[in-house]
């Protein structure tokens, strides 16, 4: 019998011998936190709409000026991007592992005070940030090509 978390010996005796299926975790269990879903398709959503006002504007001051707010509330709200934690995550992970010791002396710290900055976390980091911006932006451009969809006229060429 392959168990995936190590259950107590009721749950072994309600699987064994029971035809009716364990009981779900309960919803508060942080995976199922819808949050942490909208924290990590938010950013998406906010990139999506910085990409689309850019390409709606005609000149390049229409299009600096469109993207301010979308960035500002981006930064405002602490999201993560994907290709910004390609960066940091390096530099803190380099940081760790081979920075000077009087670095780790001028801050007073040592790297072992950060034992959860690891490689497998960063790429962890990275892979799930980036689910969510792609997520975010499908959505984003979903919505405007549904916003924009129009029957072509009888008259018109492409009718």
Not at 44 to 60: F, K, M, P, V
Request: with cysteine; hydrophobic share 45%.
């Amino acid at each position: 019998m392959r168990q995936i978390n190590k259950p107590n010996a009721g749950s072994l005796v309600w699987r064994r011998y029971s035809n009716v299926a364990p009981p779900k975790p309960p919803r508060n269990d942080p995976s199922h936190n819808p949050a942490r879903w909208a924290a990590r398709c938010a950013p998406g959503l906010i990139q999506g709409l910085a990409n689309w006002l850019c390409y709606s504007a005609r000149t390049t001051t229409d299009k600096i000026l469109a993207i301010v707010l979308p960035i500002a509330a981006f930064s405002a709200a602490g999201f993560e991007h994907s290709i910004a934690n390609m960066y940091l995550l390096t530099f803190a992970l380099l940081t760790k592992f081979w920075a000077a010791t009087m670095f780790w002396g001028l801050i007073g710290k040592i790297p072992s005070a950060f034992p959860h900055l690891t490689v497998f976390g960063a790429l962890m980091n990275l892979v799930w940030v980036t689910i969510g911006n792609m997520i975010g932006c499908v959505v984003v451009g979903i919505t405007y090509w549904f916003s924009y969809l129009r029957k072509p006229e009888s008259g018109s060429p492409r009718g």
